[in-house]
């Protein structure tokens, strides 16, 4: 007996890529997010959201906090993990077991087996939020791949290539959405375009992205 397709052909389960090993998961999270809000709150209650400075004194339009025995930060001495949360002089909330059987689940579906994060970087875009092209190179080793959930408003993702100057390309991450990073996609340049359009019916006018990484 063959089993009903649930989903249209623009929203089937197979993993689209992105690179040569990079993959989007569309829907992927869907499953475990009520989960996944839950331990959102506790962590969250315990090291708020907050606004931090780039080394050059900007305030960061996204808003951020962490989970994990390594958070990132950034101040005016620069981008950097730490153990302590600045806002809280206390360590980060631990990661969720949720969060980190989805990321290591996923990472697994992408062909990367053993992932096993001590970072989970949380941003927080409102309407107009945005993040300019960078590489995520912050991290001691680059051979474990990075693990994205995009969850609440839809928003377009700018992947380019190892050089700032190449071309990027487009892709809409939308609600459940889980992509995974690797091998030489991991350097690539990427970022967020303004977010706008409709509210989730869910999560209201608010993007949140959970970011697993290796870092230490
Ligand atoms: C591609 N966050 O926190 S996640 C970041 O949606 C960050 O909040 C974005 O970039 C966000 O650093 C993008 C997708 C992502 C994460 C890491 C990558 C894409 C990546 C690393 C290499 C290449
Ligand atoms: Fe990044």
């Keep these: 007996m063959t089993s009903l397709n649930l989903f ?7 993993p689209i890529p992105l690179g040569p090993q990079a993959v989007l998961l569309r829907g992927y999270a869907l499953p475990l997010l009520s989960e996944a809000l839950t331990a959102l709150n506790l962590v969250t209650s315990a090291s708020p959201f907050r606004h931090m400075l780039t080394p050059g004194g900007r305030k960061m339009s996204v808003a951020v906090t962490n989970c994990g025995s390594l958070g990132w930060v950034s101040d005016s001495r620069g981008y950097r993990y730490a153990r302590i949360d600045p806002l809280t002089n206390a360590p980060w909330p631990a990661m969720p077991y949720s969060f980190l059987r989805l990321a290591r689940t ?18 927080r875009y409102l309407p107009g939020a945005r993040l300019s092209l960078h590489q995520d190179q912050d991290e001691r080793d680059f051979s474990a791949p990075i693990v994205s959930v995009s969850l ?3 928003a377009t993702f700018l992947f380019g290539g190892l050089k700032r100057n190449e071309p990027a390309r487009r892709a809409l991450l939308q ?12 350097l690539r340049y990427h970022g967020i375009l303004p977010i706008k ?3 989730h019916p869910e999560l209201g006018e608010q993007r949140i992205n959970f970011t697993f990484r290796k870092a230490g």
């Design 175 to 186: 609600h459940g959405d889980v992509v995974v990073w690797g091998g030489a996609d991991r």
């Design 8 to 14: 249209s052909d623009e929203e089937s389960r197979q």
């Design 106 to 123: 996923a990472a697994e579906t992408a062909g990367f087996s053993g992932f096993a994060p001590d970072a989970c970087l949380i941003n």
């Design 152 to 154: 609440g408003m839809s």
């Design 197 to 199: 359009g409709p509210g």
